[in-house]
T-cell receptor
Framework: QKEVEQDPGPLSVPEGAIVSLNCTYS??????FMWYRQYSRKGPELLMY????GNKEDGRFTAQVDKSSKYISLFIRDSQPSDSATYLC???????????FGGGTRVLVKP | GAGVSQSPRYKVAKRGQDVALRCDPI?????LFWYQQALGQGPEFLTY????????KSGLPSDRFFAERPEGSVSTLKIQRTQQEDSAVYLC????????????FGPGTRLTVL
């Protein structure tokens, strides 16, 4: 079993809908949680960075971390076709340390 | 340059050939990471440098994989005697400064071993 589990999708939603993504993990040492977006044939791009439990909002994006359940989420409001990409969760035990990624969820936002 | 660059972007190798993949990190970034991303999977950690020192190579899958960063800037990932299972995208990321935790990724090198 992998340290970080993520549903591969694909997740198809109509434009304007809320996209809900999540990951579960098993390593209680993880303290730093990230969401990356990856377009086809591009490198991952950081969207959200969260330390420990709690919520963080940035524009249309909201990240939630529940360490007691070992569960993290990303919500995208008012989704746009340009949000169509693969979303990767990532986590680390120490700031700036090596990242452990989920397998990624492919999202398709239909106009 | 403004971001992390990698070359070549695409590499096709015959099984048994040696390959070398280059990473140019963001100028001034002291930390450099290599990850391997198989098709349809998330990236997996290979190795980590701080300046020229290789501090963690626990993710290298075999002794055919070797990485170096001799002057603390450009890094090269070398794979000897390539096998089909080495086919993947190899991503490089750099991180700058003591208080900057974000890893910035390059576009990757897609390696196909025939």
């Amino acid at each position: 079993q992998k340290e970080v589990e993520q549903d591969p999708g694909p997740l198809s939603v109509p434009e304007g809908a809320i996209v809900s993504l999540n990951c579960t993990y098993s390593n209680s040492a993880f303290q730093y949680f990230m969401w990356y977006r990856q377009y086809s044939r591009k490198g991952p791009e950081l969207l959200m960075y969260t330390y420990s439990s709690g919520n963080k909002e940035d524009g249309r994006f909201t990240a939630q971390v529940d360490k007691s359940s070992k569960y993290i989420s990303l919500f995208i409001r008012d989704s746009q076709p340009s949000d169509s990409a693969t979303y990767l969760c990532a986590m680390s035990a120490a700031a700036g340390n090596k990242l452990t990624f989920g397998g990624g969820t492919r999202v398709l936002v239909k106009p | 340059g403004a971001g992390v660059s990698q070359s070549p972007r695409y590499k096709v190798a015959k099984r048994g050939q040696d390959v070398a993949l280059r990473c140019d990190p963001i100028s001034g970034h002291v930390s450099l990471f290599w990850y391997q991303q198989a098709l349809g999977q998330g990236p997996e950690f290979l190795t980590y440098f701080q300046n020229e020192a290789q501090l963690d190579k626990s993710g290298l899958p075999s002794d055919r994989f070797f990485a170096e960063r001799p002057e603390g800037s450009v890094s090269t990932l070398k794979i000897q005697r390539t096998q089909q299972e080495d086919s993947a995208v190899y991503l490089c990321a750099s991180r700058g400064g003591q208080h900057t935790d974000t890893q910035y990724f390059g576009p990757g090198t897609r390696l196909t071993v025939l």
